[in-house]
């Protein structure tokens, strides 16, 4: 129907502007009146088309829109309750019992393994290996390993020292090791990426930093200016 108006429309404009296009098809006898509407009406497809599809974009658009917007307008609803026991669950052996000490690794007893300790500072980053029992084996440090400045506090240097001491240890025979962190500093991620990427199979990781229970000292008092 809204066709049939929208072409009927056109075909008066056209007819007031362009009287020599009915001319030439009133000469032609034989077609019929039928005929002539429906090519007048074809005439204009295109821009009932271009139309539709207009609108129907625009109906899309809001659709997609509406589909990702949240269900329900977080923040007005209250906090989520998440369920930590069952999360925590989920990791399986991740977390030490009592029967860690007494897992094997490629025949090797857990308490038995080598221990890599990384102490990470923010101007440098020491790492040494020692055996299960504390004696040690090798210390690296990033100074060590060519490192000077400020740039012995990088990340990139924790992970070259990593993987340098990591080279090492397996070929003198070392597989799998525990790695124990101490500090805060920008190579703790590092460390650990460097010591996989030299070859060694860290089994665990266990973070030693030391915290202070005690009441800590006034803070310095604030400059003047």
Do not use: Y
């Not at 049939?4 to 034989?30: H, Q």
């Not at 090519?39 to 609108?55: L, N, V």
């Amino acid at each position: 129907m809204l066709r049939t108006i929208v072409a009927g429309t056109c075909r008066n404009a056209v007819s007031c502007t362009r009287p020599s296009l009915f001319l030439e098809t009133a000469k032609v006898p034989v077609v019929s009146d039928f005929q002539v509407k429906l090519s007048r009406s074809r005439m204009f497809e295109p821009c009932c088309k271009i139309h539709m599809a207009t609108t129907l974009r625009k109906a899309l658009d809001r659709k997609e829109m509406l589909a990702s917007m949240p269900a329900k307008d977080e923040g007005t609803q209250g906090e989520g309750v998440v369920d930590l026991d069952s999360s925590i669950r989920g990791f399986g052996e991740m977390f030490p019992d009592e029967k860690t000490p007494d897992l094997l690794f490629d025949g090797v007893r857990f308490a038995e393994l080598p221990i890599v300790h990384v102490k990470v500072s923010k101007n440098n980053s020491l790492m040494a290996l020692t055996d299960a029992k504390g004696k040690t084996v090798m210390i690296r440090s990033c100074g060590m390993e060519g490192f000077k400045n400020t740039r012995k506090g990088t990340n990139v240097a924790a992970q070259a020292t990593a993987v340098s001491m990591a080279v090492r240890a397996t070929s003198r025979g070392f597989k799998n090791v525990r790695v124990k962190v101490q500090g805060i500093g920008p190579g703790r991620g590092s460390a650990m990426k460097g010591l996989t990427m030299g070859g060694l199979s860290v089994v665990s990781i266990t973070d030693v930093t030391p915290i202070s229970w005690n009441s800590s000292p006034r803070p310095r008092k604030a400059k003047k200016l």
